[in-house]
């Protein structure tokens, strides 16, 4: 039995990760005996979906008391390098809550902390689990000498609070978070546009405050990626009236529209309908950690010790870079 603790369990570790270790941990042989928290109501909380574990302040008082095979970090993104380099110090097996760092600079401390370890590093890159997004990585490779088109379009009217009554607005303030909705939302989206269309060589970006003049960071977002199978559009905003998310695979020979609600799939003139799991819905959230969590308790039994997930944050750390170097330079340009 792998025995595991979370560390942060605040607003996505109980809507997205208790469900999943609740559902996953009897076929995976894993349980959660440890919760870490600075906040005493969130360990409470968290206490009520796991009563057999034992709650701690911090990482040292966890590490003084209990030894764990794995831990799952959900605190916010400032506080990942510290956690990061406590536990692989530790030779403890680590799933990390994207983005990887606030500060592109911690990348290469990070790096270092992890390389060449005999412990698995994954970060919660849960979309590639996604049955819509496996329909677009599945199509794209049918799809051979011809360039795609891709877009990805997602509406929120907000950012998201977080449950840390203390500092509920980390994700909105730039020097926590690392940036608005590009870090927040572009993160996932930076990994799965790889997927789909390969090696990305090209990026060009536009972060604007359309809506929340009050964020310390951008509510919109803009991107453009040449990439080795075409060209991937990013468009994310914080700014909308609807929650609403959609999707475009373009190829002369197959195109995917996706609506939020099901896929609309031409091929050589003949449409047909394929049902999916609605993305803006944050119950398809928990099905998805079950799946990451799976392959993360799977490349542990069986000793897979490759720097995949290092190499994967490593590429979606420098892509948030060159989003903030290319807005930064498109901004210095004025008619
Ligand atoms: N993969 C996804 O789709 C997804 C979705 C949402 C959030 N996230 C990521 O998950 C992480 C957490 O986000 P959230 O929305 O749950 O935030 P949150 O603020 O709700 O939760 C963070 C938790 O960390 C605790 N915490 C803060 N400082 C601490 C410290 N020094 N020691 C111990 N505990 C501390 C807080 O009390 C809180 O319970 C972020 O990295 C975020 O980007 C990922």
């Not at 560390?7 to 270790?21: L, N, S």
């Not at 989206?189 to 929340?212: D, M, Q, R, S, T």
């Not at 995949?308 to 590429?315: D, K, M, T």
């Amino acid at each position: 039995m792998l025995r595991g603790a979370i560390i942060g369990v605040g607003k996505i570790a109980e809507t997205g990760h208790f469900p999943a270790y609740i559902q996953s941990s009897k076929e995976l042989d894993i349980e959660i005996i440890a919760l870490v928290d600075k906040s005493e109501e969130r360990l409470e909380c968290a206490k009520r979906y796991f009563p057999q574990a034992n709650i701690y302040n911090s990482i040292e008082e966890l590490f003084a008391d209990k030894e764990v095979d794995f831990v799952d970090i959900c605190l916010p993104p400032f506080l990942h390098k510290e956690a990061i380099e406590k536990c692989a110090a530790k030779n403890i097996h680590i799933l990390c809550e994207k983005p990887l760092c606030s500060d592109y600079k911690d990348l290469k401390e990070i790096s270092e902390a992890l390389e060449d370890k005999d412990i698995v590093f994954m970060p919660c890159h849960q979309y590639k689990y996604a049955p819509v997004w496996k329909e677009f990585i599945k199509a794209a490779e049918t799809i051979n000498e011809k360039k795609i088109f891709l877009q990805f379009n997602v509406i929120r009217l907000n950012a998201d609070n977080g449950f840390d009554n203390a500092n509920p607005n980390w994700r909105t303030d730039s020097k926590l978070s690392g940036g608005g909705i590009s870090v927040d939302t572009g993160a996932h989206y930076f990994y799965l546009i790889k997927e789909i269309l390969g090696v990305p060589y090209k990026l060009f970006a536009n972060l604007y405050n359309l809506k929340h003049k009050d964020y310390n960071a951008e509510d919109s977002a803009f991107i453009t990626v040449d990439m080795e199978k075409g060209i991937a559009q990013i468009n994310l905003t914080w700014a909308g009236c609807k929650r609403y998310n959609s999707a475009m695979l373009i190829c002369d020979e197959l195109s995917l529209f996706y609506d939020g609600k099901s896929i609309r799939k031409i091929q050589d003139g003949e449409e047909s309908i394929i049902d999916v799991p609605d993305m803006s819905d944050k119950r398809v959230y928990a099905s998805l950690y079950s799946e990451l969590i799976k392959d993360f308790t799977q490349r542990i039994n069986s000793r897979n010790f490759s720097n995949e997930g290092l190499e994967e944050v490593a590429l979606v750390m420098n892509m948030l870079e060159m989003t903030k170097q290319s807005n930064f330079y498109q901004n210095s340009m004025h008619l």
